[in-house]
T-cell receptor, first 117, second 112 residues
Framework: GAVVSQHPSWVICKSGTSVKIECRSL??????MFWYRQFPKQSLMLMAT?????????EQGVEKDKFLINHASLTLSTLTVTSAHPEDSSFYIC?????????????FGPGTRLTVL | GENVEQHPSTLSVQEGDSAVIKCTYS??????FPWYKQELGKRPQLIID?????GEKKDQRIAVTLNKTAKHFSLHITETQPEDSAVYFC???????????FGTGTRLTIIP
């Protein structure tokens, strides 16, 4: 149990276009979902925290107008990278928590590798 | 906010020997401390976690110790095997559905 999926697993786009990444909790209802970004050989950096039905809380330095997060249901959160540029190329990982009986643990999606040309 | 430091950044260990990775945290209110193993291009995998009401936890070859007073916690891997080679991250959280703050990672290499 406690499976989180992400789609797509990889995406290549042209500079200036927008890309949407989906994060789904498949077998539990996630009260909270988190979005991380990981550059090569670096740690996971939290971008934002989203709770179902409310606005996301962004970490300092993360542009909320560039990285749009929607958490419309207890099983789905989306991250849209708007007007993507090469410096946005990274590994984006979501995680979900809050299911009944799950406790503190966050369950991670498999990640989405974004390459902006 | 919380700040988590992790050492060493790289660690090479002979197969069969033990490996120790250490982390310190800054927020005394943190009470949940997970450790993750991440292989290249994959998601982080939880390998063990500890809560602040416990000083030590063990799961087969893996153990974690926590010193709340000193605000540091450590991962111990005994009888290391080649498949233990990966990047390991520690993290700290206030618990519940609160966010995780990750350490900078340790690249562990097991030498056959």
């Amino acid at each position: 149990g406690a499976v989180v999926s992400q789609h797509p697993s990889w995406v290549i786009c042209k500079s200036g276009t927008s890309v949407k990444i989906e994060c789904r909790s498949l077998d539990f209802q996630a009260t909270t979902m988190f979005w991380y970004r990981q550059f090569p050989k670096q740690s996971l950096m939290l971008m934002a925290t989203s709770n179902e039905g409310s606005k996301a809380t962004y970490e300092q330095g993360v542009e909320k107008d560039k990285f749009l997060i929607n958490h419309a249901s207890l099983t789905l959160s989306t991250l849209t990278v708007t007007s993507a540029h090469p410096e946005d190329s990274s590994f984006y990982i979501c995680s979900a928590s809050g299911g009944t009986g799950i406790g503190n643990e966050q369950f991670f999606g498999p990640g989405t590798r974004l390459t902006v040309l | 906010g919380e700040n988590v430091e992790q050492h060493p950044s790289t660690l090479s260990v002979q197969e069969g020997d033990s490996a120790v990775i250490k982390c310190t945290y800054s927020d005394s209110a943190s009470n949940y401390f997970p450790w993750y193993k991440q292989e290249l291009g994959k998601r982080p995998q939880l390998i063990i976690d500890i809560r602040s009401n416990v000083g030590e936890k063990k799961d087969q070859r893996i153990a974690v110790t926590l010193n709340k007073t000193a605000k540091h916690f450590s991962l111990h891997i005994t009888e290391t095997q080649p498949e233990d080679s990966a990047v390991y991250f520690c993290a700290a959280s206030l618990g519940g559905n609160e966010k995780l703050t990750f350490g900078t990672g340790t690249r562990l290499t097991i030498i056959p």
